[in-house]
């Protein structure tokens, strides 16, 4: 016979709206291929967009949120940093006005409130309560529905994390 049985749980909010703890993870951790695939950049977008990556990387910059991304672009884009990817490469202004506007696109929904510190570190979904037993994490989506590029962009994050984290058992 089945006895219901509590369980301690941890609540989490996806977009900033909501109650539970919010999810986010900088612009860094979720990386340019992923943010290609969400933005819908075509092969030179996105090798455009890795350029930017590769640049805040080597400068020691950190991309934390949408505002960080899009100050590294429009810096690259203006007269003084032109130069500095001309060994790279270079990025058209055409390109980084694509790149913009689809980030802002983003922005409006909801991308703002996902990306930026503190980051939540996947092995906090996987937490035990003090007495051994697992914690229920539970998702909090409040007005999701006029925001699908939001929470496809988490689930596309919180898969990759999860493949990269996690340690592999067999084939």
């Known amino acids: 016979s089945w006895t219901a049985t509590a369980f301690p749980c941890q609540i989490y909010a996806l977009g900033g709206v909501g109650t539970g703890i919010p999810i986010r993870v900088t612009i860094t951790s979720f990386g340019p291929l992923l943010l290609s695939r969400v933005l819908d950049l075509n092969e030179t977008q996105e090798s455009s967009l890795q350029l930017v990556f590769h640049y805040a990387d080597q400068q020691g910059l950190p991309l934390l949120d949408l505002k960080d991304l899009r ?59 003090p007495d051994g037993r697992g914690m229920v994490s539970i998702l909090e989506l409040p007005m999701l529905q006029d925001r699908p590029a939001l929470f496809s962009t988490f689930l596309m994050w919180l898969l990759a994390d999860l493949f990269e984290e996690l340690p592999e058992v067999g084939d």
């Open 71 to 129: 100050s590294v672009i429009q810096h690259l884009v203006s007269d003084g940093g032109k130069a500095v990817l001309q060994n790279l490469g270079g990025l058209s202004r055409q390109t980084a006005g694509v790149i913009l506007r689809e980030l802002i696109a983003f922005e409006a929904q909801g991308a703002d409130q996902f990306f930026g510190e503190p980051e939540l570190a996947t092995s906090e979904l996987l937490q035990l309560a």
